[in-house]
C-alpha cells in the first residue's frame, strides 16, 4: 500500500457543482433577507436601550443579554418569499438587493415590517421583468412582421406598359388620317389595366 493513496494532491480536481442560477438568486436574496432583519432587531434593541436610558436615566445595558435572534420569519412566509425571488432573472438581483437596502435605510421599519418591505420590492421587480419582456415581445412581433410584410408585398403594378402594340395612338396617325388629335399627350405611352388583355 503506497502513500499516495493517502494524500489526494494527484488526483484530479474536483469540480465544483454548477447550481442552477435560480438558486442562486433564492439563496442570495434570502441571505439579504435574513441579514436586513437581523439589523433591523439590532437597531430596534438600541432604540429601546437608548428609551430605557432616557426614561430611568440609568444605563444598565452592560447587564442585559440578549438572545441571538428573536424574531423569525413564519414558514408559510418564507416559501411564499422564497416562491417570488425565483421569479427574479438573476441580473436583476443586485439592483433588487440595492432598492431593498435603499427602501431599508429610508424608513427604518421595524423588524416586523421587513419582510412585507422585501415581498413589495420583489413584486416591483417582478412587474418592471414583466413590461421588459411584454416590450421585448412586441418589439420582436413588430420586427417579424415588418419583415413578412415587405417580403410579401410584390411590387408589379395593376396597370401595365405597352408601348409596341399596334394600336397605340401616336400623332403621326392621326396627321395621316386628317382627324384631330385629341388633349392626351401622344408621346407617351397607353397604360392599361391587367383585366383588359
Not at 60 to 82: A, F, H
Not at 123 to 132: H, P, S
Request: with cysteine.
Amino acid at each position: 500500500m503506497s502513500l499516495a493513496s493517502w494524500f489526494r494532491w494527484n488526483e484530479p480536481p474536483t469540480r465544483i457543482s454548477q447550481r442552477n442560477p435560480t438558486e442562486m438568486v433564492v439563496e442570495t436574496l434570502m441571505m439579504e433577507l435574513n441579514w436586513q432583519t437581523k439589523q433591523a432587531e439590532k437597531q430596534q434593541r438600541e432604540r429601546e436601550n437608548e428609551y430605557r436610558k432616557i426614561k430611568t436615566g440609568v444605563d444598565y445595558g452592560w447587564l442585559v443579554s440578549y438572545p441571538k435572534q428573536s424574531y423569525d420569519i413564519s414558514p408559510g412566509e418564507r416559501l411564499q418569499l422564497e416562491d417570488m425571488c425565483t421569479k427574479i432573472h438573476p441580473s436583476y438581483c443586485g439592483p433588487v438587493i440595492l432598492r431593498f437596502r435603499q427602501l431599508i435605510a429610508e424608513y427604518e421599519p421595524e423588524v416586523q415590517e421587513v419582510s412585507r418591505l422585501f415581498r413589495s420590492v420583489l413584486q416591483e421587480a417582478a412587474e418592471k421583468i414583466k413590461e421588459e419582456e411584454e416590450a421585448k415581445k412586441l418589439a420582436r412581433q413588430w420586427n417579424t412582421k415588418n419583415k413578412t410584410s415587405l417580403s410579401l408585398t410584390t411590387f408589379k403594378s395593376r396597370s401595365r406598359i405597352s408601348p409596341f402594340i399596334s394600336d397605340i395612338k401616336t400623332i403621326s396617325e392621326d396627321v395621316e388620317r386628317g382627324t384631330q388629335p385629341t388633349r392626351r399627350v401622344w408621346s407617351m405611352p397607353e397604360f392599361r389595366n391587367a383585366k383588359d388583355y
